[in-house]
C-alpha cells in the first residue's frame, strides 16, 4: 500500500492529457475527480494506486450542454453543479433531487457525476438510478477515441474498465418524462440510503402511463431497473397505492444485500413505499 | 458573619472560552506542537485472541526516522478499577482486535505508522469468547486464565473465570414475595448495543520527559488518575510524573480513564524528545471505551393496586477484554434498575463479564440510561399485566420522603412525585402534536429516572490578587460543559463579593492543584464547587479581618459587595478589596486560601450489598421525561415530535448553560436509543469503524426540547447545587421506547430502535429476545452460595 | 512538487507531497490550527473551508489538486479581530460547548448565507447536515443563525 507521500498526482488541463496519461499509468495509476471516494480508500482498508490523474483543471468536464435532443453533462460536474445546471428541466427533477440530497452539502461541492458512475464498490448512490431512468448514456474517452455506451451496459462493464479509459460525459436523451426520486437514509439526511426508487413516466392523453422506467439502488451492490413493475404500471393511470402493491407482489424481484446499515431483508421490505413516494413525486412534478 | 449576598449568584454568565473557540484559536491538545516533537503510532493486534510467540522490532527500528520504540519490557505495571488486570501492552497473549503491542515515535506520523506496521510478529491463535453468552458458557476458555493472580484493589467482590466482577443486592425476601397469591408477576428481558462517545476532540496527549520527571499534556478528564496510572504501569512514583489539561474537545466519560498517555511518556524518555500521539477516528472507533453492551433480565411481584413487593434482576455488563470501569458500575445497577420506585424486596446481580472485545468504560449517566431503558419498559409491562395507567403507577409508586431506595438508603424529600405534577402542568400548556403524525403511528410516554452525582475528594486554592482578583487554582478540567468557566467562576465570586469575571480559573496541573477524582459524574459542581467555597470562605474571613482592622469595624458588620468592603447598611461605606489586599500584604502576607471537600458516605442497610464500591448514593437527581413520536408503518422510522424534560438541579446557578447541556445530553440519548451502535463481527472486531456506520444525531435529527428546571431538592452541593450535565442522557431511550411501544404494539427489548429494528418488530423479523444465558433461578446466576433453603 | 495556494489572502507554498490531506497541510505546515481534523472520511465537516469560494471538507482534498487555489480558513473570518456576525450572534446565544465542530460550522455558514441570507430554519438545519456536534444538540445554535439571517 503506497504511502501517501509517495503518491503520484498529475493535473492535466485538457482531456487527451488525461487519457494519455492514465494510458501511461496502466494498472497502477487511475483517475482523480472529486476526491470524495478514493481520499477514503485507507478507511476501507483498500490500498490505493501509485499515481493519479486529476481531473479538476480540465474545464471541458465542467460543461453542462443542453440541446432539443440531449443534455451533455461533463463528467467533472459536481452534484451542486447538477441542481445549479438541471433544475429548470422538468425532466430531470428526479436527478436534482438526487444530486441536492446525496451526502452532505461539503460532499456535494466536491463529489462529481463521472466519479459517482465510477466507483463500482459504492452501491448508495444517488445519482446512478436516477440517471438509470432517465436512459442515460457514458461517453468513455481512451486514445482510441470516443465511445457511447448506455448507462446500464457501462454499470455491467464497469468493474473491469481498461486502464486509459476515462469517463468524460453523461448523455441523457431529451423527452417528456416527469420524474421523481424517493430515498431512504436512515436519519433524515446525511448517511447513505438504504433503498433508493427513481421513476420517469410520460403519460398519453388520457393519462395514461405510455412510457415508464423505474431504477432502484442500493438494494444491491449495482443500482438497476425494475423491468416488471415498469410492465405493470405501463397502459394504467398513475396512482402511488396501486403502484405500490404493485411493487409489493414483484419485491421478490430483488434479492436485497446485507449490510453493517441494514438487513438484505429491510431493503426489499421498504421498497413498496418507496415506489408509493417516487410516484408521487412524478405527479407532484410539473409536466 | 453576614452571608454573601444570595441574589448574585444565579446569573447566565456566558463563557469567557467563547471568543477562541469562535475565533479557532483555542489550543487544544491535538493543536499542540513543539520544537524537536516526535510522532507517534501504535502496532495494535488484528485478532481477538492469541499468544504471541514472536515479537521482533529490529526491523522498525532500522526504519526512516525512527527513534524510539516501546513493548512491554517498559512498562510492567498492570492497572485497573478493583483489580489490577490490565498491561499497557499485550503481555504474552493477545485479548482483543486492536489490543496495543507496541507504540513508536518517529519524526512524522507516516513514518511512525510505517515502523510500526513493520514490527514482526508470530501468533498462535487461541479460541476467542466474542459475546457474554459464550464468557458464560461451561467450560468457556477464560479471557484472564490468571485471574487468581492478580492485585486486588478494593475487597468484597465475588469473582471468578469471564466473571470479573459480581456486585449483589439482597434485602427482604423475594422468595415470599414472588409466592404471594396476590400478586402478578411480570418478566422481561432487554438487550443494549455499545454507544461511542465520538468525542470530536478523540484521545490525544502530548508528553516529555524533562529534569527527570514525566510532564504530561493531554485531553483528559482525569489528571489526578493518569498522573497515578501513567506512574504505577510505568513502575515509577506517582511524583514523577505531572500532567496538565489543555482546554478538551469533548469527553462524555471516554476520557475517565488513563489510556495512551504512558505510551508517550514511555517514547518521550526513550527518545528524549516530546512525542505526540494523537488516536486517528478509526482508533477511536474500534478501541473506545464505550458504554458497555449488556443482558437484562428481570421480574417482578406486582398487586392489584402497582405496590411492586418483589423483583429479581440479572444483568450481565460486557467489560471487554478488561475489567475497567464495569467493575465500578456493578455497583450503580442497584440504583437505577430497583430505583425510582419503592419496592418490597429485592435480589439483584451485576456481573461484569470478560470477552475477547474492546474494553469499554465511562460514558455519561453510564449504565443508569440502559437501566432506565429496561426499567421503564419493564414498568410499562408491569402496567399492562395489571390494567393500570402507567403515569397513574408512576405517581403512586415512586420513591418519596423517607421511602427506602435498593440498598436501603432512607430518601430525603418528596422529588419525583411534586416532578411529575410539573411535567403534567407542562404537557397541560401545550397541544399534543398527535395531529402531525398524520398516517403515522402515534405514541406518548412519560417515563422517570434516578440518577446521582458521583461527588468523592476535591480541593481547591485561591489566591486573591493585589487587583482585587482571585485567582481559583483547582484540578477542575474544562470538557466543554463550562463548569470552570461558569459554575465555579460563580461561586467564589458569589462568596468574595466580586464579579465572576474577575475570578482567574487556572487549567488543571497536578503540580500546582491538590487531588482531584476528575470531571464526571455530574461531580464537578458539587465537588469542586463545595472546595472552592470553602477556599473561598477563608479568604473571605481573611479580607473581612483585616478590613475590620482598617476600618476600626467588627468583621461580622462587614460585606463583601461588587469589589468592596463596606460597613452593612452604609453603601459607599469602606473599601475596595484590592485595597485591603494591599494592606494585608503589609501586615499578614498575601491572602490565600485553601478548602476541601469529600463525601460524607451515606448509610445503607447494613448486610444488604455485597461487592459495591459505595453502598448509598449521597446525592440523588432525578428526571421526569416526556415524548410524543410518529413512526412510520413502511419503514420503521421514529420521527419524533415533541420532547419534554424536567430535571432536578438542586439550584440552578446557571440556567441557560444548564439548557445547553440538557438540550445536548438529550440529544445525545436520542443518538443511542435510535441510531448509535457498535457490534462486533466475527473476527472479534467492531464493525463500524467510521462516522459512516456509526450514526450520531445530526441537524436534521433533533429538536427543541422543551426545559423546566426543579428546584428545592435537598443537596449536599454547595448552595443546593446539583451536577445538571450528565443526568439528562439518562431518560430518552426510556421515554422513546415506551412510546413507541404504545404507538406500534410491539414490546422493544432492544436498543438502538433503528428503523430496521422497528419494522422487524412489527413485520415479525426481529425476533422476541430471550436470554438462555441467564437462568430462571437467580442462585444459579451468582458466585455466592445461596443460604439454605 | 510544491503548490502554491493563497490562504487567508497571504501566498504560501506548501512542500507537501500531492496527496496530502489540505487539512494537513493547513495544520502542520501552515499552522493554521483552526479548522479540526476529526473523522477524515468528510462527514463530520470540522475541517470544512472555502477553497476557491466554495465549502469543502478539506480531509478529502488532495493538495495537489487545487493549484492556485484560494483557501480561507476560520482563521481569516474575524477582520481585524473584530468578530463576524455569525462569529458574534453565536457568542451572545452562550453556543459554544467544547467548540471543537464551531471552525467547521461558522464557515459551512458563512459560504451558506453568502447564498442564502435569507434563509428560514429548515433550509439551515439541512445546509449542517455535514457537520458534526456532539455536544450541543444543535438547535441552539440554529436558533442564533435563524437569528443572524432575520436580522439580514
Redesign the interface.
Known amino acids: 500500500m503506497p504511502?501517501?507521500?509517495a503518491i503520484t498526482l498529475v493535473m492535466p488541463e485538457a482531456v487527451d492529457d488525461a487519457v494519455a496519461a492514465l494510458a501511461e499509468f496502466g494498472p497502477d495509476g487511475a483517475p482523480l475527480a472529486g476526491g470524495t471516494w478514493i481520499m477514503r480508500a485507507p478507511?476501507r482498508g483498500e490500498a490505493r494506486r501509485s499515481a493519479y490523474v486529476g481531473l479538476g483543471r480540465i474545464a471541458a468536464l465542467q460543461a453542462v450542454d443542453l440541446d432539443d435532443d440531449e443534455i451533455r453533462i461533463g463528467a467533472g460536474v459536481t452534484h451542486v453543479g447538477l441542481v445549479a445546471a438541471l433544475s429548470d428541466v422538468p425532466q430531470c427533477r428526479g436527478l436534482v433531487t438526487a444530486a441536492a440530497k446525496a451526502a452532505n452539502p461539503a460532499v456535494r461541492q466536491m463529489a462529481t457525476i463521472g466519479g459517482n458512475l465510477a466507483a463500482w464498490e459504492f452501491p448508495a448512490s444517488d445519482l446512478t438510478p436516477a440517471l438509470l431512468s432517465l436512459e442515460a448514456a457514458v461517453e468513455l474517452r481512451s486514445p482510441g477515441g470516443t465511445e457511447r455506451v448506455s448507462l446500464e451496459r457501462f454499470l455491467l462493464r464497469r468493474r473491469a474498465v481498461e486502464p486509459g479509459i476515462l469517463v468524460s460525459r453523461v448523455v441523457i436523451p431529451r423527452r417528456p418524462l416527469t420524474t421523481g426520486h424517493a430515498r431512504?437514509p436512515?436519519?433524515?439526511?446525511?448517511?447513505?440510503p438504504v433503498a433508493i426508487v427513481s421513476a420517469a413516466a410520460s403519460m398519453d392523453g388520457h393519462g395514461k402511463v405510455d412510457d415508464i422506467r423505474l431504477a432502484v439502488g442500493s438494494v444491491e451492490a449495482s443500482a438497476r431497473r425494475w423491468p416488471g413493475l415498469e410492465r405493470a404500471l405501463l397502459g394504467a393511470r398513475l396512482d402511488p397505492a396501486s403502484a405500490q402493491e404493485l411493487a409489493r407482489e414483484r419485491s421478490g424481484d430483488f434479492a436485497g444485500r446485507d449490510s453493517?446499515?441494514?438487513?438484505a431483508?429491510?431493503r426489499v421490505?421498504?421498497l413498496?413505499?418507496l415506489v408509493r413516494r417516487a410516484v408521487e413525486a412524478v405527479l407532484a412534478s410539473p409536466r | 458573619m453576614v452571608d454573601a449576598d444570595p441574589s448574585t449568584v444565579r446569573m447566565?454568565l456566558?463563557?469567557r472560552?467563547?471568543?477562541d473557540?469562535?475565533?479557532?484559536?483555542?489550543?487544544?491538545t491535538?493543536?499542540r506542537?513543539y520544537p524537536r516533537m516526535l510522532h507517534a503510532a501504535i502496532r495494535r493486534a488484528d485478532v481477538a485472541s492469541a499468544r504471541i510467540v514472536r515479537l521482533d522490532t529490529t526491523r522498525a527500528r532500522q526504519m526512516p526516522g525512527v527513534r524510539a520504540i516501546a513493548t512491554i519490557d517498559d512498562a510492567p505495571g498492570m492497572h485497573g478499577i478493583g483489580i489490577a488486570d490490565h498491561p499497557l501492552f499485550a503481555s504474552g497473549v493477545i485479548r482483543f482486535h486492536g489490543e496495543q503491542i507496541a507504540a513508536v515515535a518517529a519524526d512524522t506520523l507516516?513514518q511512525a505508522e510505517?515502523a510500526a506496521a513493520a514490527i514482526e510478529l508470530e501468533l498462535e491463535p487461541l479460541p476467542a469468547v466474542l459475546t457474554m453468552e459464550e464468557a458464560l458458557a461451561p467450560g468457556a476458555p477464560l479471557v484472564h486464565p490468571g485471574w487468581k493472580d492478580y492485585e486486588i484493589l478494593v475487597e468484597g467482590a465475588a469473582r471468578g473465570g469471564n466473571v470479573a466482577w459480581e456486585a449483589t443486592v439482597i434485602r427482604g425476601d423475594t422468595d415470599a414475595a414472588f409466592a404471594r397469591d396476590d400478586v402478578t408477576i411480570v418478566e422481561s428481558c432487554f438487550r443494549v448495543g455499545r454507544q461511542n462517545?465520538?468525542?470530536?476532540?478523540?484521545r490525544a496527549v502530548v508528553a516529555a520527559f524533562e529534569d527527570g520527571r514525566y510532564r504530561i499534556e493531554t485531553s483528559t478528564q482525569v489528571p489526578w488518575t493518569v498522573r497515578n496510572q501513567t506512574a504505577k504501569l510505568l513502575g515509577v512514583a506517582p511524583s514523577m510524573v505531572q500532567v496538565t489539561v489543555p482546554?478538551?474537545?469533548?469527553g462524555?466519560g471516554q476520557k475517565f480513564d488513563c489510556t495512551l498517555e504512558p505510551y508517550a511518556a514511555i517514547l518521550a524518555r526513550k527518545s528524549g524528545r516530546p512525542v505526540r500521539l494523537v488516536y486517528?477516528?478509526?482508533e477511536e472507533m474500534l478501541t473506545c471505551l464505550c458504554r458497555e453492551n449488556a443482558d437484562i433480565k428481570m421480574r417482578s411481584a406486582v398487586t392489584g393496586d402497582g405496590e411492586i413487593v418483589g423483583r429479581e434482576a440479572v444483568v450481565l455488563m460486557d467489560c471487554g477484554a478488561y475489567g475497567g470501569e464495569q467493575i465500578f458500575l456493578t455497583t450503580m445497577t442497584a440504583h437505577t434498575l430497583t430505583g425510582n420506585y419503592r419496592l418490597g424486596s429485592v435480589k439483584l446481580v451485576s456481573r461484569a463479564v470478560y470477552t475477547n472485545t474492546a474494553p469499554n468504560g465511562a460514558f455519561r449517566a453510564c449504565n443508569g440510561v440502559y437501566n432506565t431503558f429496561a426499567m421503564e419498559c419493564h414498568t410499562d409491562e408491569i402496567c399492562q399485566a395489571i390494567g393500570m395507567d402507567p403515569l397513574e403507577f408512576r405517581r403512586r409508586q415512586v420513591l418519596g420522603d423517607g421511602d427506602i431506595g435498593a440498598t436501603g438508603q432512607v430518601f430525603e424529600g418528596d422529588v419525583l412525585g411534586p416532578m411529575l405534577d410539573r411535567m403534567e402542568a407542562m404537557r397541560a400548556r401545550s397541544p399534543s402534536k398527535k395531529d402531525e403524525a398524520g398516517d403515522r403511528l402515534y405514541g406518548r410516554a412519560t417515563v422517570v429516572g434516578t440518577w446521582f452525582v458521583f461527588v468523592g475528594p476535591s480541593t481547591a486554592t485561591i489566591n486573591l490578587n493585589a487587583d482585587g482578583s482571585a485567582t481559583l487554582i483547582t484540578a477542575a478540567v474544562e470538557?466543554?460543559?463550562?463548569t470552570t468557566v461558569q459554575a465555579l467562576p460563580q461561586i467564589v465570586a458569589h462568596e468574595l463579593g466580586i464579579h465572576p469575571d474577575k475570578v482567574i480559573v487556572r487549567g488543571a496541573d497536578t503540580d500546582a492543584a491538590g487531588f482531584d477524582l476528575g470531571v464526571g459524574g455530574g461531580r464537578t459542581t458539587v465537588s469542586v464547587g463545595a472546595a472552592s467555597k470553602a477556599a473561598a470562605r477563608v479568604v473571605r474571613d481573611r479580607i473581612l479581618e483585616t478590613a475590620g482592622e482598617l476600618l476600626q469595624t467588627k468583621p461580622e458588620k462587614l460585606v463583601l459587595k461588587e469589589g468592596r468592603v463596606e460597613i452593612a447598611g452604609v453603601p459607599g461605606s469602606g473599601m475596595t478589596i484590592a485595597q485591603v489586599v494591599q494592606r494585608a500584604h503589609q501586615v499578614s502576607g498575601p491572602v490565600v486560601g485553601s478548602g476541601s471537600f469529600t463525601n460524607p458516605g451515606t448509610a445503607a442497610m447494613p448486610g444488604c450489598a455485597a461487592g459495591h464500591f459505595i453502598d448509598a448514593i449521597d446525592i440523588p437527581v432525578f428526571n421526569v421525561h416526556d415524548c410524543e413520536v410518529a413512526v412510520d408503518p413502511?419503514?420503521?422510522?421514529v420521527d419524533i415530535l415533541s420532547y419534554r424534560v424536567v430535571q432536578d438541579v438542586g439550584r440552578a446557578l446557571n440556567p441557560?448553560?444548564i439548557h445547553?447541556q440538557i438540550?445536548?445530553?438529550?440529544?445525545?440519548g436520542i443518538g443511542y436509543a435510535l441510531?448509535e451502535e457498535h457490534?462486533i463481527g466475527d473476527d472479534g472486531c467492531i464493525?463500524?469503524?467510521?462516522?459512516?456506520?456509526y450514526?450520531?444525531?445530526?441537524?436534521?435529527?433533533?429538536?427543541?426540547?422543551e426545559i423546566e428546571l426543579y428546584e428545592g431538592a435537598p443537596s449536599i452541593g454547595p448552595l443546593g447545587v446539583k451536577g445538571a450535565g450528565e443526568v439528562p442522557i439518562l431518560n430518552p431511550p426510556a421515554a422513546l421506547a415506551c412510546a413507541i411501544r404504545n404507538a406500534t404494539g410491539c414490546r422493544v427489548q432492544q436498543t438502538p430502535m433503528?428503523?430496521?429494528r422497528i419494522?422487524?418488530y412489527m413485520?415479525g423479523?426481529e425476533p422476541a429476545l430471550e436470554l438462555p444465558h441467564i437462568a430462571e433461578d437467580w442462585w444459579d446466576n451468582v458466585l455466592m452460595t445461596p443460604p439454605a433453603r | 512538487m510544491p503548490t502554491f495556494l493563497t490562504v487567508n489572502g497571504e501566498q504560501k507554498v506548501s512542500m507537501r507531497a500531492p496527496m496530502t490531506p489540505l487539512i494537513d497541510v493547513l495544520?502542520?505546515e501552515f499552522?493554521?490550527?483552526?479548522?479540526?481534523?476529526?473523522?477524515?472520511?468528510g462527514?463530520?465537516g470540522?475541517c470544512t473551508v472555502l477553497v476557491d469560494g466554495r465549502p469543502v471538507v478539506s480531509c478529502l482534498v488532495p493538495v495537489g489538486s487545487i493549484p492556485n487555489a484560494e483557501v480561507r480558513?476560520?482563521?481569516s473570518?474575524?477582520d481585524d479581530g473584530e468578530?463576524s456576525p455569525l462569529?458574534r450572534i453565536?457568542?451572545e446565544h452562550?453556543?459554544?460547548?467544547?467548540?471543537?465542530?464551531?471552525?467547521g460550522i461558522?464557515m459551512a455558514l458563512t459560504s451558506f448565507f453568502k447564498e442564502c441570507p435569507h434563509a428560514d430554519k429548515d433550509e439551515?438545519?439541512?445546509a449542517?447536515?455535514g457537520?458534526?456536534?456532539?455536544?450541543?444538540?444543535?438547535?441552539?445554535l440554529?436558533?442564533a443563525a435563524v437569528a443572524l439571517a432575520k436580522s439580514s
Open positions: 504511502a501517501t507521500s478507511i431512504l436512515l436519519r433524515k439526511a446525511g448517511d447513505y453493517v446499515e441494514a438487513p431483508w429491510y421490505q421498504v413498496p413505499a | 447566565n456566558s463563557r472560552d467563547a471568543r473557540k469562535l475565533l479557532g484559536r483555542t489550543n487544544y491535538v493543536d506542537a507516516e510505517a462517545h465520538v468525542s470530536l476532540e478523540g482546554p478538551v474537545g469533548g462524555f486517528s477516528r478509526q470538557i466543554g460543559q463550562g413502511d419503514t420503521g422510522h441557560r448553560a445547553g438540550q445536548g445530553g438529550v440529544t445525545q441510531h457490534t464493525r463500524q469503524n467510521s462516522l459512516e456506520t450514526r450520531v444525531p445530526l441537524a436534521l435529527d433533533t429538536l427543541p426540547i433503528t428503523p430496521p419494522l422487524g413485520t423479523h | 495544520r502542520e499552522q493554521l490550527t483552526g479548522a479540526k481534523n476529526v473523522c477524515r472520511e462527514i463530520c470540522a480558513t476560520v482563521e473570518l474575524a468578530l462569529q453565536m457568542e452562550d453556543v459554544v460547548q467544547c467548540g471543537m465542530c464551531f471552525p461558522l439551515i438545519r439541512a449542517l447536515v457537520n458534526i456536534c456532539r455536544c450541543t444538540g444543535y438547535e441552539r440554529i436558533d
